[in-house]
């Protein structure tokens, strides 16, 4: 089983990216796929999750109305679509199935 997430970088604040989340070894259009992400020298945070079908999404306060997560159930890959980004949003990625994580990837917004 491996998770894959790709995209992040380094951002001017109110700018956008687009985060995937490519999943290797899982039933992936059965099972739920969630977003955390952690700051430094704070804890992991949740950010988003989608139901298996896609159908469904939910959001923490801080990301609502900014942030859309969605998949692609024929390409076993999920994504994470950021916009009107801040200083607060800095932080390590990361995607989540059934109980395995990916590494992460990296996102900085610049002041």
């Known amino acids: 089983v491996q998770l894959v997430e790709s995209g992040g970088g380094l951002v001017q604040a109110g700018g956008s990216l687009k985060l995937s989340c490519a999943v290797f070894?899982?039933?992936?259009?059965?099972?739920?796929l969630r977003w955390y992400r952690e700051a430094a020298g704070k804890g992991r945070e949740w950010v988003a999750t989608?139901?298996?079908?896609?159908?469904?999404?939910a959001y923490a306060d801080s990301v609502r109305g900014r942030f859309t997560v969605s998949r692609d159930n024929s390409k076993n890959t999920g994504f994470l679509q950021m916009s009107a980004l801040n200083g607060e949003d800095t932080a390590m990625y990361y995607c989540t199935m059934s109980n395995y994580w990916g590494r992460g990837t990296q996102v900085t917004v610049s002041s």
């Open positions: 989608v139901t298996s079908s896609g159908d469904a999404t």
């Open positions: 070894g899982l039933p992936f259009s059965t099972q739920v």
